[in-house]
């Protein structure tokens, strides 16, 4: 079984239960994962996830085009890792760049949903199973999530 029938049956066969929403984390690109998904599971639309370095970019050019091209609403760009804060100094350094996805999204016509930074919180709570939003949650750094997800609430609530 090829992992695209894997996530297509683990889409379509699970009682998923109530839910308010159903969030698929896919890899970047326009391969087999994405286009099944597409073809054959009803989406209310699609964000999509680029640090901002040039050859991020690259990736989340082509998968916000594969999804207008299959009618998929992209609600927004979501820019990862945009800013690293030194935890002795407080110094910001960009280290990916400063704003890559935001202008893209500029030039594709489509909404920045939020910032999430690069920081060892997200990373360490991460690791031990307990997100930053759950451990944290009134940390700066899950307020950038809890940002992001408030956005695209409201997008899906929004009248196409």
């Not at 964000?47 to 085009?65: H, K, N």
């Not at 500029?106 to 920081?119: A, C, N, T, Y």
């Amino acid at each position: 079984e090829t992992l695209p029938v894997s996530c297509l049956v683990l889409t379509l066969q699970v009682e998923w239960g109530p839910v308010d929403y159903l969030v698929v984390d896919m890899p970047p690109g326009t391969g087999d994962v994405q286009l099944s998904i597409t073809q054959n599971v009803p989406i209310a639309g699609a964000v999509i996830v680029s640090t901002p370095q040039d050859i991020a970019l690259l990736d989340a050019r082509r998968g916000a085009e594969m999804f207008r091209k299959v009618h998929v609403p992209v609600l927004g760009f979501v820019q990862n890792m945009s800013v690293f804060q030194c935890p002795n100094c407080q110094h910001q350094s960009h280290i990916f760049g400063t704003d890559g996805a935001r202008e893209l999204a500029r030039s594709l016509g489509v909404e920045v949903l939020g910032d999430i930074p690069l920081h060892m919180s997200i990373r360490e709570t991460s690791d031990t199973g307990q997100p930053v939003v759950v451990s944290s949650p009134g940390s700066p750094e899950a307020g950038a999530y809890l940002r992001v997800a408030a956005e695209v609430v409201r997008r899906l609530a929004a009248p196409s």
